[in-house]
């Protein structure tokens, strides 16, 4: 069911995009980490900003 309001999509895209993975383990961080909550690198990454498009 794809979201229409605007306002509730711009909370959905925060709460889903605004992540930090980690490179090692694949752990998923805040946004304002600056090691991995598991493996405490500081091997980090933002989280891509675009859903991949499905295969058909």
Known sequence: MPL???VKLQ???QR???KK???DCGALNSI???KCRRCHSSNL???KKELPAKKS
């Open 4 to 6: 229409t309001d605007p």
């Open 11 to 13: 909370i959905v895209q």
């Open 16 to 18: 889903v995009f605004l």
């Open 21 to 23: 993975i980690c490179r």
């Open 32 to 34: 304002r980490a600056t």
């Open 45 to 47: 990454r933002a989280k």
